[in-house]
Structures are given as C-alpha cells and as structure tokens.
C-alpha cells in the first residue's frame, strides 16, 4: 500500500516514522521545504503532559500515549541515527503566582492538590511545593509574588529541529522517500462518482498513492478548500528569545523547565535559556499578524521577576513562528477528511502538536491498519 505524506514538521516526521515501521507500505513525504521549517521550527519542545488539566478522554488519552511513547522514543532513534537528541527529563515547575484576592491563591492550590491525587490514581506523580520548598531546591526563583509551585517530574522537554530531524533520518533508513522542496498543489477529487482519490498534484508531477495524509499545519486549509471540504485554520503568532547567562540558575544539577503565568524558561545548556512564548492572534479578520515587540519584552520582564539572575543574561537570538490553530473546534483535528475515504487529517495542533506528535502518529497508524 502506497502512502503519501504533506507536511514534514514534527507530526508529519512523526507519522513517517512510526508508518515505517508497519510492513508492506511505501511512504513518500513530500514538503515545500526543508524538514522542521514552520511552526515545528520555532517551537519550544515543552511537552506539558501530566501538568496540563486534562484528566479524561482523547484529550488525556493522546497525552498519556506521547508521554510514553517519547520514553522510548529518544532512546530509540539516537541509537537508528547515532545522533544525540536533547530530552530534559528533569520536568516541570510551574510557579504558582499570588493574585490580588488571597483566596484565590488558597482555590488554585486545593484545585492543583486535587490533580495530583487523580494523577496519583493514574499512575502519575505531580507535588505541589511550599514557599520553603521552593526556595530550597530552586533559590533561582526570588519573587515574592509566588506562593507555592507544582513539581512535575514526569514530564519531559526536548529540541522540536533535533526530534524532527531524527525521524526523518530513521524514517528514511527503514525506506521511506522524502522530497523536498515540493510543493503539493492539490489532491486530484475522484474523476467519477465516490469517495478515493488516486493522486497527489505537485510542483514534480502526479503522485499516485492508496491513503493521503494532510500533516501541513497552516496549509492543510489550502489542500482542504481545493477539495471544497474546507478546514479552517488560522494563525496564532508565538515569538521567543534566547538569553546567554553563561552560567547555570540555581543548582546546575537540577535544571527543570520553569514556568509560570504561560511563561517559560527553557534551560538549553551552557547557561543558555529559551524565553517564550507570546500568543499573538490576527486582527479584524485578517490573516496577517505582525510581531509585537512590547510583547517580546513583557515575557522576558516575567521570566526576571521570577528569576532576577535573567537579568543579567544578554539575548543572542530571537524568533517566530505561527500557530496552526483550528478555527471553532477543538486542536488537534485527526479524522478523516468529510466526503473522502482515504484522506486523513493530522493538522490543527496549535499549541501542542510536539507534545502530541507521537499520539497524533499513533492515531493514524491505527486509521491505515484498522482498513
Ligand atoms: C513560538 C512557538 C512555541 C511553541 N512551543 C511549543 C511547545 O513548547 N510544545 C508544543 O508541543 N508545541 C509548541 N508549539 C506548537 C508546535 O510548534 C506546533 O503545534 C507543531 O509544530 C505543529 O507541527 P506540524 O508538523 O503540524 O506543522 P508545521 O511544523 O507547521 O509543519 C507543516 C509543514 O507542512 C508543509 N506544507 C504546508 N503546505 C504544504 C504544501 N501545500 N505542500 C508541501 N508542503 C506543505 C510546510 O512547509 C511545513 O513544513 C509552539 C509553536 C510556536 C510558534
């Protein structure tokens, strides 16, 4: 069975590789770009699993199944690759901030306290720290605003480029083609009556396949809307820094993700950290969104409050990158594309598709085989 792919960020790599490992298909992925390009490329890799407040159905299922599966994962395409991939297993603090009403500090604590005795329950663990506790084991962390933090140790952070790359490299050894550089034009519809299409149209010609896959994030609406099914997808700009310290915060042996008020400080190394990300939507209908530089600024103003030390760092890059956000529906969208019987949809992610690529390749996996 042939399988045809759009889109190589993190999702489409994701499902090549583990579609690489089912026998008998032939995989071809094809991108307008290089692998890792677009939303994948400016992506932080925070993989907010077992702290996020999803407890039940396919929204805790799918982050269940990548948080499992990338334990196994990383280890297992350094070895095909013999490329190291940074995968922080030191986990996730979230700081937790003082509001202006004490008691609604005292709500989100017994809210967080009741989390980690579900999370308990599924086999998780998740704490929930004091101030003294904090102070001791994160001395980073100076702001007074901060009442407490939640420790999670089973969640992960990694390089989205390097994870992505590595797919791509251990995809390819088991067989699958990938062309770059190609643009998908569209999916030719059935010429006659019924619900299969048989080829792909790109910049290199006609490609014909048994199952298409969409994985192109903001492209996937042009693709859709060319087969009058259209999914909307927009937009939502996310912009980043890398600050220089040149030295570790707090206790180098001990360097979590830190974050707080939708801020992350993403340790990257040699006293290198990752500040992001802004949430930036179109205005007025418009798919257009330029960076807001106060914006920018605000993030890195949090990530000093929470940890002075920041300020001392000097920024030696800065970024962005667009959001595929589904327009009215819930992210991610994994199903079938209405009206085709073998196209499938693996689009959407919006502010999670690293966390959710192993899942989302899972899912599809299960679409082709179950056939
Ligand atoms: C600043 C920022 C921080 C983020 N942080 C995190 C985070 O910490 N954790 C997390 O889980 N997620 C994060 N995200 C979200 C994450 O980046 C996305 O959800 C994810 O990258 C989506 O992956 P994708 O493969 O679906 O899309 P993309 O990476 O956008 O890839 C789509 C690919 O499709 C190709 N394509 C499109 N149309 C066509 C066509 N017609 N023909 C050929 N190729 C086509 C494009 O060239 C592109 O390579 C962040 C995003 C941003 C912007």
Not at 21 to 44: C, E, F, N, R, Y
Not at 137 to 166: F, H, M, N, W
Request: charged letters at 20%; aromatic letters at 6%; glycine letters at 8%.
């Amino acid at each position: 069975m042939n399988v045809v792919i759009i889109g190589c960020g993190a999702v489409g790599a994701a499902i090549a590789y583990e579609l690489s490992l089912v026998k008998q298909l032939k995989i071809t992925v094809i991108d307008k770009q290089p692998p890792a390009q677009a939303s994948t490329g400016a992506a932080l890799g925070v993989l907010m699993g077992i702290i996020s407040h999803k407890i039940k159905g396919k929204a805790w299922r799918m982050r269940q199944t990548s948080i499992q599966r990338y334990e196994s994962l990383i280890p297992e395409l350094e070895e095909l690759t013999n490329h190291k991939i940074a995968f922080n297993r030191q986990g996730i603090l979230m700081l937790l901030a003082r509001n202006t009403d004490s008691s609604v500090a005292d709500e989100e604590i017994s809210q967080w306290q009741k989390l980690t005795e579900i999370r308990h329950t599924q086999g998780y663990q998740l704490e929930v720290w004091d101030t003294a506790k904090l102070q001791n084991i994160c001395p980073q962390v100076e702001d007074k605003k901060i009442i407490g933090a939640v420790y999670s140790p089973q969640d992960r952070q990694l390089d989205p480029t390097a994870l992505t790359l590595a797919l791509v490299a251990a995809a390819q050894k088991n067989g699958v083609t990938f062309k770059f550089g190609v643009n998908v034009l569209g999916i030719t519809p059935p010429s006659q009556q019924g619900d299969i299409c048989q080829q792909v149209e790109t910049t290199e010609g006609n490609l014909t396949a048994d199952w298409f896959v969409v994985a192109a994030g903001l492209g996937s609406s042009a693709l859709s809307a060319q087969l009058n099914q259209m999914i909307d997808i927009r937009p939502v700009l996310g912009q980043a820094l890398q600050l220089r310290l040149g030295h570790a915060l707090g206790n180098p042996d001990f360097q979590p993700v830190i974050t707080g008020n939708d801020v992350h400080i993403v340790p990257v190394g040699d006293g290198d950290y990752w500040v992001g990300a802004t949430v930036e939507f179109p205005t007025n209908g418009s798919h257009e969104i330029s960076p807001d530089t106060e914006l920018l600024e605000s993030i890195k103003q949090q990530a000093i409050a929470f940890c002075p030390d920041l300020a001392k760092a000097t920024i030696i890059r800065t970024w962005s990158g667009l959001r595929p956000r589904p327009e009215g529906r819930p992210a991610p969208i994994i199903e079938k594309l209405s009206g085709f019987n073998n196209i499938l949809l693996a689009t959407g992610h919006y502010r999670n598709g690293i966390l959710l690529a192993p899942a989302t390749a899972d899912a599809i996996r299960e679409m082709i085989i179950a056939n």
